[in-house]
């Protein structure tokens, strides 16, 4: 599928995703329209991510050596924001990412992205961490670090389309919540301290297979958000709904890292950017976040599939995005 859109930084982005309908569509947006572009809050977790590539996962008291190795800005809520940012969306990202020159690296890295950055504390801690190993099936191992922060000068959200929380963070995460007059979107990846509070104020609740409340109900048994649209996202298997699924097409997979994450900003880009409705925009995130496993990193895909033109003085810093 052929779209076209304008986003914040560009005169018109070019999104070309292939999709095994073979189908085309093209949707254009006139530059008039560039301040109408729905604006996306992420809050949560942001992450330096060292990942490694190798043939196999270490055994216990071993060394596994490879040179094949990578540093990247990760997190659930940064590259959902990064994704929707991708794609077009107006995307800003509320987070704790400590005030070190790693965290300066990573602020710069989003704000390449087009994601606006808003950072919640003033703690000289540095930046959570994950070091994650990556073998030739595309299966991970994950080891994350994430410090405590003081969380201070917390935003009110400016005529927001609506905001996804990964549930990470949760001091900054509640107090976003508690001022949050806007669609909400949960990201359900596992029960985390007050995730129900979360859960009954949401629109959408999007959790993976493995979610469970402390009475080990899956989310469509989660009574406090009966009222929520929900879906539960299950690997290379069909996606669950209340009333039935959405197919994801089988293709080999080289890398899954992030691909949750692309998926729900994917899903926030068809929702309530393009207002699909719910089950077009999880057919549509399941595209994205299926292309992106094809690849080695979270991003190759867009290198390979996006095409920006932009002008003006932002062309450098935009260009170094893809």
């Known amino acids: ?26 949707l254009k947006m006139e530059e008039s329209k560039l301040q109408k572009s729905p604006r996306g809050y992420f809050v949560g977790l942001t992450t330096m991510d060292y990942v ?8 216990k008291n071993s060394k596994v050596k490879t040179n094949h190795f990578t540093r990247l800005v990760g997190g659930p809520a940064a590259n959902a924001a990064i994704t929707y940012s991708l794609l077009g969306g107006n995307a800003t990202l509320v987070t704790c990412l400590g ?8 602020k710069e890295t989003l704000e390449k992205f087009g994601v606006t950055v808003v950072n919640c504390t003033e703690d000289d801690a540095m930046p959570a961490v994950a070091a994650i ?8 191992q994950i080891f994350s670090g994430q410090n405590q922060y003081k969380v201070v000068n917390v935003p009110i959200l400016d005529e927001p389309a609506f905001c996804l929380f990964d549930l990470n963070q ?27 509070a979360f859960l009954q104020k949401a629109s959408v609740v999007i959790s993976s297979e493995e979610f ?9 048994s989660v009574q406090e958000c009966a009222s929520a649209q929900k879906a539960m996202t299950r690997g290379e298997k069909p996606i669950r709904l209340d009333d039935g699924e959405v197919p994801v097409a089988s293709v080999p997979c080289v890398d899954s890292l992030a ?13 309530y950017h393009k207002q699909l409705d719910f089950k077009a925009a999880l057919t549509f995130a399941s595209t994205i976040a299926t292309e992106s496993v094809k690849y080695e990193g979270p991003w190759e895909w867009a290198k390979r599939e996006l095409n920006v033109c932009w002008s003006g003085t932002e062309a450098t810093t935009l260009g170094s995005r893809i």
């Not at 930084?9 to 995703?17: G, L």
């Not at 949760?170 to 301290?193: M, T, Y």
């Open 133 to 140: 190993a990556v073998d030739w099936n595309g299966d991970r």
């Open 99 to 106: 005030n070190t020159a790693e965290s300066d690296v990573i």
């Open 170 to 196: 949760q001091e900054l995460s509640l107090a976003v919540l508690r001022n949050c007059d806007c669609e909400i979107v949960v990201d359900a990846g596992s029960w985390k301290g007050e995730t129900l």
């Open 1 to 26: 599928m052929s779209y076209f859109f304008a986003s914040a930084c560009t005169i018109t982005v070019k999104v070309s995703v292939a999709e095994g309908r073979g189908a085309m569509q093209v």
């Open 259 to 271: 691909a949750g994450d692309i998926f729900h900003g994917a899903f926030c880009f068809a929702y």
């Open 52 to 59: 490694f590539y190798v043939n196999s996962h270490p055994q």
């Open 212 to 220: 469970r409340d402390p009475a080990d109900h899956d989310i469509f």
